[in-house]
């Protein structure tokens, strides 16, 4: 008799770990359980975890004290990037019984069997992981988020992820593509293409295969109306890929564009594989063949030896690309990094400050490139969220619109008049033609 009937799992980090849940998950009620939500008493909690800040592992331990306070005899398994760089950590945490590595999370239901009353850690060392195990979110009526490429051959002097995920490793193009149909059965719209790196797609391959050949590819599958590339490096984003999304009808005009610095010396030192220069000739070329592409950018504040000098050499930088929001992050030391050997460290209080100036230039970036899209028509993708009677869906480019609710448009891509911007920063729309739904 199965002694455990429900599961609940909880994903903290990027959407890679999403979609990794999400295949763990379905690992789970294939086997019987049931999944519920996180407060609904599961005999069984897995905390798929980041480790990319420190606010990340405290919230993992916060998430297994809740756990047991919602019920004392759950069994809790904690996966993911925080598992695999200090297992010994998390066992030491009250309330975790079982820590599985980057190779073993993925068989995790496999473990329940030999729980004792002592944590057990089954991890191997990160540099024996050489299985690629593909993944996609499920769940979300319009989007899946596909995990094409995994782990990072780059060790910038910041990152724990190499250290985490291992070493950068793919299946054949042939193969994801069969996975991205699989993904698309249940009349999802639009697949977004996840990965550490994965412009490093294809890379141990001996097919001597590439991310443009996955695109490439990708592109002619049926019943999948966009493709989104999630984030890729500038030196891996080629003029040929940026050519081939030109004139692709099923990718879409979205990139995502790491530059962590606008300084060049920052950027060496945190070992970055450009300089900005190349940056700021990728989102020029974008923009020559895609006036209206959206172009998002990740970049650190605060990291060891950013004067206010380099600092402002990097605002002044971002001010002037025509680039459409920032993610920004605030410098967080690392165990195991070269950086957090590095002197001249940014007070905590200045990398805040920066961050804050960094998120009202992406605020003023944002609104600048939604008036620029207004009086425009578009075509939208509908979610299923109603919210106090509106619905809201994104643009091919990435503007998030709204409209009143209507059950017959949710996950549906139609054209819309892109009319105005909201108290909250989002566009109202209106539709076009709704009696042509299908």
Known sequence: MQPYKKVAFYTLGCKLNFTETSTIARSFTEAGYAKVDFNDRPDIYVINTCSVTDNADKKCKQLVKKAKQINPYAKIIIIGCYAQLKPQEIAQINGVDLVLGANEKFNAINYLDNLSESTKIISGEIKHVKEFIPSYSAGDRTRTFFKVQDGCD?????CTIPLARGRSRSATVKETVLKAKEAAKNGIKEIVLTGVNIGDFGKE???NESFIDLIRELDLTENVERFRISSIEPNLLSNEIIEFVAQSKKFVPHFHIPLQSGNNDILKAMRRRYQRELYADRVAFIKSLMPH??????????????TDEKFLDTYNFINHLEVSYLHVFSYSERDNTTAVRMKEIVPMAERNKRSKMLHILSDKKKRAFYNQHLGNIRNVLFEAEEDHGNMYGFTDNYIKVQIEYNHELINKIVPVELCNINPEGIIEAKVLIENTLS
Do not use: M, Q, T
Not at 154 to 158: H, K, V, W
């Open 154 to 158: 780059y060790f910038c002097s910041f």
């Open 205 to 207: 391959n001996p097919l």
């Open 293 to 306: 592409a959206c172009i998002g950018v990740d970049v650190i504040v605060g990291f060891p030896g950013e």
